[in-house]
């Protein structure tokens, strides 16, 4: 079962199917001109060159010149077949299943500061984040292998017949596309995603890359390729998700009980997922939501999902519900995004916490007096350390200042540094490029000749 409607409606949408839904190309013997003797290429090539002036012409059309027609990608954008049955359950047990949630649970483990990080500038939690990068990619286990340039430039110029053309959409996909690699100084040949050209762990389309991708870890580059390092796919992934309304502290669904009579469910299933009525309206009609939904001050959507030959499954979605399929538009993707986002949140709560820092004592059994040690020079006060981190309580040790870096959200390591038996330890924020060594006193009087 596919999503229903995804990004062939939607030009926002930053990706269509997850990843995994893709079947096996199929090959066709149809001869056709490369992409470099098309004439219709060509004159795109130059009507985007005069559009956007960091591109010039000729590099536009030796990008195009060597994009391949993909047969695949033009078979993967036609609809399921009439008839086929949508089963809730089964895709949910498609999703949410033992080795993704461990999956999940290494990738929030891995990103935990960034997702901290990601909560606290746009509101959206966690396991939202962590729930659609598990549904899109199994973190970061398939991202899609075809060349984007080549499925874009398939869409663009041979959009099958036979469904509505999204070919201008396509089109749009693959200048910016251009314009992002250019940017970023990258080789637009190399990039690889979906036949539908949506790129790495969020599995955004090029136009949701330039408009809603952050590079949040502030190296200079948007990098979607790595799980361990997800920083920008989880900030841009917040990103976008605010930008859809997505708002801070609001559940995604409520429970509820479909109203018996069936004129009345009908009413209520009209707007679909779009939040339009109050909790007393819904009640009116005879719905029976859960105590913390009847609490519920906005607008709701009585949403329903198929189970095969089985009755219908119903929540009761809110707007953040609905920001949820701004990124993929299907509520069965939502519901699996924020059950397997619930199951790896569960998981990653039931594990030991991170290991901390080594404690170090002086040899006498009292703790040990710790100054700053540049990696290769002499000992400063501790207070060094208020210039990069303004608003420190005072700090006692590297246990104590990596706990302060923690519970603000960064990721913080700390280890003996090789050598020192004990007496120095390395410490690493990378968040804040804190990377320095604590050395006791005595440490720090013998590096310095005294
Ligand atoms: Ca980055």
């Not at 693959?174 to 190399?190: A, I, K, N």
Request: aromatic share 8%; proline share 7%.
């Amino acid at each position: 079962m596919r999503p229903a409607l995804c990004l062939l409606l939607s030009i926002a949408a930053s990706a269509c199917l997850p990843a995994q839904a893709q079947s096996a190309p199929r090959a066709v013997g149809a001869e056709r001109l490369p992409y470099s003797q098309r004439e219709e290429v060509q004159r795109f090539a130059e009507g985007l060159a005069a559009r956007r002036p960091g591109l010039d012409a000729a590099w536009v059309r030796e990008q195009l010149g060597q994009a391949r027609y993909v047969p695949a990608a033009a078979q993967l954008i036609m609809p399921p077949p009439v008839g086929t049955a949508k089963n809730w359950a089964a895709y949910r047990a498609r999703f949410v299943e033992r080795e993704r949630i461990a999956a999940g649970a290494a990738f929030w483990r891995a990103n935990q500061s960034w997702l901290n990080l990601a909560e606290a500038r746009w509101g959206v939690p966690a396991e939202i984040i962590v729930g659609i990068v598990g549904v899109e990619t199994f973190y970061g286990r398939v991202m899609g292998n075809f060349r984007a340039i080549d499925a874009l430039a398939t869409l663009s110029f041979d959009f099958p017949t036979g469904r509505s053309d999204r070919s201008p959409f396509f089109r749009e996909q693959l200048e910016e596309l251009l314009v992002w690699t250019r940017r970023e100084g990258s080789d637009p040949q190399t990039v690889r995603g979906s036949f539908a050209g949506a790129v790495g762990l969020p599995q955004f389309m090029p136009g949701s890359i330039n408009r809603y991708a952050v590079d949040f870890d502030n190296n200079g580059h948007i990098d979607f390729m790595k799980p361990a390092q997800g920083a920008d796919a989880i900030g841009s992934i917040a990103r976008y998700l605010a930008a859809f309304g997505w708002q801070p502290g609001l559940p995604t669904h409520y429970r509820v009980t479909p109203p018996a009579a069936l004129a009345d469910r009908a009413v209520l299933l009209v707007p679909d997922i779009v939040p339009s009525f109050s909790a007393a309206q819904l009640a009116e009609r005879g719905a029976e939501l859960s105590a913390e939904g009847r609490e519920h001050r906005g607008l709701l959507a009585l949403v329903e999902v198929h189970n095969g030959g089985a009755s219908p499954s119903y929540v009761a979605g809110t707007s953040n519900f609905y920001a949820l399929t701004r990124y993929n538009w299907s509520s069965y993707y939502a519901l699996a995004v924020i059950d397997l986002g619930n199951e790896v949140a569960k998981v990653v709560a039931s594990l030991p916490a991170a290991a901390g820092p080594p404690t170090v004592t002086s040899p006498g059994g009292a703790p040990a007096s710790w100054r700053l040690m540049a990696r290769h020079g002499a000992c400063d006060e501790l207070d060094a350390l208020r210039v990069k981190v303004a608003d420190l309580a005072a700090i006692g040790d590297p246990q104590d200042f990596v706990q302060q870096m923690r519970d603000r959200g960064h990721e913080a390591s700390a280890e003996v540094f090789p050598g020192t038996e004990g007496r120095a330890v390395s410490v690493k924020v990378p968040v804040l490029e804190i990377d320095l060594v604590f050395a006791t006193r005595g440490l720090c009087e013998k590096a310095s000749g005294h």
